[in-house]
């Protein structure tokens, strides 16, 4: 198997999700195409020649040498927080990828999927909704969507376009707006059985967000009879 080339990319656009989270789109120019839930590494060359790699993942279905990430900055990071505040407009970076070839939703299937996602876990999940709207035929998909509060909260133009064959919850842990029934809590049991229930024996579960979060969430679809050989997940932190 061939290794997958480094490319430049430029960056085209900035554009803020929450106080502390950026879309960023870049052109790369014999981009070779990716699907829906798969990521990029991000090379920074500094002047002296250090060089800093880290993962992102695509945030929107192929559309030609347009590619576009969801980057949270993290505090004290070394790369997070020059990429979303600090790059510049026409700057150029270098990206490897498409990577990763196991969690993804190809898009046309007609098995129900269920996306689970904890705060930045939603990017590669956004993209399977993207696909998902975009395909014809397509099957059953579910979102349920967990984060802090509404602040925090990625896509919200997503969210507002609502489309057939879609379902989705937001979840909220510490601050919920008002009227919210459910109250802010973590992810249970409660949240996650009917769309479990709904998956049948064809169906995947997609689950990605921070490590705790991940594997509190795989354990709960096990628990309430999901297969764990159709729950895939991602993880970071």
Same mark, same amino acid.
């Not at 829906?36 to 695509?58: C, E, I, K, M």
């Not at 576009?68 to 927080?81: D, F, I, R």
């Not at 479990?196 to 096990?222: K, N, Q, R, W």
């Given at each position: ?30 981009? /070779? ?27 929107? /279905? ?12 993290? /505090? ?25 070839? +196991? ?47 509404? =602040? ?6 997503? +969210? ?6 879609? =379902? ?33 024996? =064809? ?24 297969? /764990? ?9």
């Amino acid at each position: 198997m061939r290794p997958v080339p480094w490319r430049p990319a430029r960056l085209l656009a900035r554009s803020p999700q929450t106080p502390t989270a950026r879309t960023l789109v870049f052109s790369v120019p014999g981009w /070779p195409g990716h699907l829906p839930g798969q990521h990029v590494d991000v090379r920074l060359t500094a002047a002296d020649g250090y060089r800093a790699v880290r993962s992102y993942s695509l945030a929107a /279905p192929a559309d030609g040498e347009r590619v576009e990430l969801g980057v949270q900055s993290v /505090p004290g990071g070394e790369v997070s927080p020059y990429l979303t505040d600090v790059l510049p407009v026409d700057a150029l970076v270098e990206v490897r990828g498409p990577l990763g070839n +196991w969690f993804v939703l190809r898009p046309g299937t007609l098995a129900p999927a269920l996306l689970v996602a904890g705060g930045a876990g939603v990017v590669p999940l956004v993209s399977m909704v993207r696909a998902h709207r975009a395909a014809a035929p397509r099957g059953p998909l579910r979102l349920l969507y967990s984060v802090r509060g509404p =602040d925090d909260l990625w896509y919200r133009e997503q +969210w507002a376009d609502r489309h057939a064959d879609f =379902d989705l919850a937001l979840l909220y842990t510490r601050v919920a707006p008002p009227g919210d029934p459910r109250g802010p809590e973590r992810i249970t049991a409660r949240d996650l059985a009917a769309a479990a229930a709904a998956l049948g024996p =064809d169906g995947t579960a997609y689950v990605c967000g921070p490590t705790g979060f991940v594997e509190s969430a795989a354990d709960l679809l096990t628990g309430l009879g999901v297969d /764990p050989a159709t729950v895939r997940t991602e993880r970071f932190g």
